[in-house]
T-cell receptor, first 115, second 116 residues
Framework: DTGVSQDPRHKITKRGQNVTFRCDPI?????LYWYRQTLGQGPEFLTY????????KSRLLSDRFSAERPKGSFSTLEIQRTEQGDSAMYLC?????????????FGSGTRLTVV | AQSVAQPEDQVNVAEGNPLTVKCTYS??????LFWYVQYPNRGLQFLLK??????LVKGSYGFEAEFNKSQTSFHLKKPSALVSDSALYFC??????????????FGKGTMLLVSP
């Protein structure tokens, strides 16, 4: 396992369309996080999973956003009825509960452009 | 609110010179502090962390950071900069959310440019 994988790397979509991103964390990591990063800003927390349970959601995660981690392994982030303001880099990160590291491993991200 | 601030949008340094990228924090309780680096079109890479112990923390690629409780700072340093160090650097702090679970809150980032 070489790290956190995200697919696709880039997505261009028309406003109003739905998009779905996938994240494959490091296999033994039970914690998974989604972040959003816009130009000139640091990553902003969206949501957190521990195994398959979604335990925390940011206020940034509007009703158009939904995330799942059905078997506690990979996760998907879906955005419905995309808006231009959704254009950003979507980052996934994973970590292992019980370690003192607290250092997340990030994927390379999915860059979404809404036109 | 628990947060970190990176007061500099950009830091310019000549190769071979020492570099410092600044970070200050605002948290309740003992801070867990981190530095990450991001190269173009890539995710963030972990550099180092401060949880407890020595105030000087050593990390990857020759970077180190100094925790200063009285100044609530956690500045990133390197004795001799390389052109390849040019990247975007993020300071982060662990925050505990209303649910009791924790995540990282990031600063807005500082672009480091090392000239040959």
């Amino acid at each position: 396992d070489t790290g956190v994988s995200q697919d696709p790397r880039h997505k261009i979509t028309k406003r109003g369309q739905n998009v779905t991103f996938r994240c494959d964390p490091i296999s033994e990591h039970n914690r998974l996080y989604w972040y959003r990063q816009t130009l000139g800003q640091g990553p902003e927390f969206l949501t957190y999973f521990q195994n398959e349970a979604q335990l925390e959601k940011s206020r940034l995660l509007s009703d158009r956003f939904s995330a799942e981690r059905p078997k506690g392994s990979f996760s998907t982030l879906e955005i419905q009825r995309t808006e231009q303001g959704d254009s950003a880099m979507y980052l996934c990160a994973s970590s292992l509960e019980g370690t003192t590291n607290y250092g997340y491993t990030f994927g390379s991200g999915t860059r979404l452009t809404v036109v | 609110a628990q947060s970190v601030a990176q007061p500099e949008d950009q830091v310019n340094v000549a190769e071979g010179n020492p570099l410092t990228v600044k970070c200050t924090y605002s948290v309740s309780g003992n801070p867990y502090l981190f530095w990450y680096v991001q190269y173009p079109n890539r995710g963030l890479q972990f550099l180092l962390k401060y949880i407890t112990g020595d105030n000087l923390v050593k990390g990857s690629y020759g970077f180190e950071a100094e925790f200063n409780k009285s100044q609530t700072s956690f500045h990133l340093k390197k004795p001799s900069a390389l052109v390849s160090d040019s990247a975007l650097y993020f300071c982060a702090v662990r925050v505990v959310m209303n649910s009791g679970y924790s995540t990282l809150t990031f600063g807005k980032g500082t672009m480091l440019l090392v000239s040959p």
